[in-house]
C-alpha cells in the first residue's frame, strides 16, 4: 500500500545501545523529515532531508544521525542512547514545492524508550 | 531560530465557536500551516496560509496576518471529535529549500458535551 510506513513501532532499549528507527514512504516526496515529540515541547524537528544525499539539521540534532541513499528511506540512528532521547518519533514527508501547501504527511510513530 | 505561541489548552460546549491563536517569530517565513492529531495518533494537515486572509475548509477556518506575525484556527460547530491537540507550524525556507516545518507547543482542545 501506498504511504509512510515507520518501523519499530515501539522499543524498548538500553542506555548506550545503538537504536535505528526505519522510515519508508512511496510517494517519492523529495522531502523528508524526523521529529521528536515530548510532553510540553511539540513537535521538534530533528533532522530533515531535501532530496537523495542531501540532509542537514533541525532544531535538536544532538545524539541523531541520518543517511538517505534512495528517495524513499530516511533512517535516523541513535548511535548510544541516552534516557533522555525516550520520546516518540514521527517520520513525514512532503513534496513541497514552492506553489503548495508544504503539507507533511506523518508517520504513525515510533515510541522509543531507553531505560 | 523560531518561536512559536500558542495557548496550552482550550475548552468548550459542542456547537460553539473556538479560536486558537498563533504568534511566531521566524527568518525566511513562508506560510502557516495548521495540524490537529488526537491522542495516540499522527499529525494531520488542517490547512496553510501563505497570503494575508482567511482561507475556510468546512468548519474550519484559518487567517495570517504576516505583517503581525500573528494566525488562528477557527473551529466552527464544534464536535465531540473535535477534541484533539492542534499545532500551528511555520514554514520557512527559500527557492529549493523551501519546505521546512516547525511547531508550536500544540493546544490541547477539550470539546464538552
Known amino acids: 500500500d501506498a504511504g509512510i510506513t515507520q518501523s519499530p513501532r515501539y522499543k524498548i532499549t538500553e542506555t548506550g545501545r545503538q537504536v535505528t528507527l526505519m522510515c519508508h514512504q512511496t510517494?517519492?516526496?523529495?522531502?523528508m523529515f524526523w521529529y521528536r515529540q515530548d510532553l510540553g515541547h511539540g513537535l521538534r524537528l530533528i533532522y530533515y532531508?531535501?532530496?537523495?544525499?542531501?540532509?542537514d539539521k533541525g532544531e535538536v540534532p544532538d545524539g541523531y544521525v541520518v543517511s538517505r541513499s534512495k528517495t524513499e528511506n530516511f533512517p535516523l540512528t541513535l548511535e548510544s542512547a541516552t534516557r533522555s532521547q525516550t520520546s516518540v518519533y514521527f517520520c513525514?514527508?512532503?513534496?513541497?514545492?514552492?506553489?503548495?501547501?508544504?503539507?507533511?504527511?506523518f508517520g504513525e510513530g515510533s515510541r522509543l524508550t531507553v531505560l | 531560530g523560531q518561536s512559536l505561541e500558542q495557548p496550552s489548552e482550550v475548552t468548550a460546549v459542542e456547537g460553539a465557536i473556538v479560536q486558537i491563536n498563533c504568534t511566531y517569530q521566524?527568518?525566511?517565513?513562508?506560510?502557516l500551516s495548521w495540524y490537529q492529531q488526537h491522542d495516540g495518533g499522527a499529525p494531520t494537515f488542517l490547512s496553510y496560509?501563505?497570503?494575508?486572509g482567511l482561507e475556510e475548509t468546512g468548519r474550519f477556518s484559518s487567517f495570517l496576518s504576516r505583517s503581525d506575525s500573528y494566525g488562528y484556527l477557527l473551529l466552527q460547530e464544534l464536535q465531540m471529535k473535535d477534541s484533539a491537540s492542534y499545532f500551528c507550524?511555520?514554514?520557512?525556507?527559500?527557492?529549493?529549500?523551501?519546505?521546512?516545518?516547525?511547531f508550536g507547543r500544540g493546544t490541547q482542545l477539550t470539546v464538552w458535551p
Open positions: 513525514a514527508s512532503s513534496e513541497a514545492r514552492g506553489s503548495g501547501t508544504g503539507e507533511l504527511f
Open positions: 510517494w517519492s516526496h523529495s522531502y
Open positions: 532531508s531535501a532530496a537523495a544525499d542531501i540532509t
Open positions: 521566524t527568518s525566511g517565513f513562508y506560510g
Open positions: 496560509n501563505a497570503l494575508d
Open positions: 507550524a511555520v514554514r520557512v525556507g527559500r527557492g529549493s529549500t523551501l519546505g521546512r516545518l516547525y
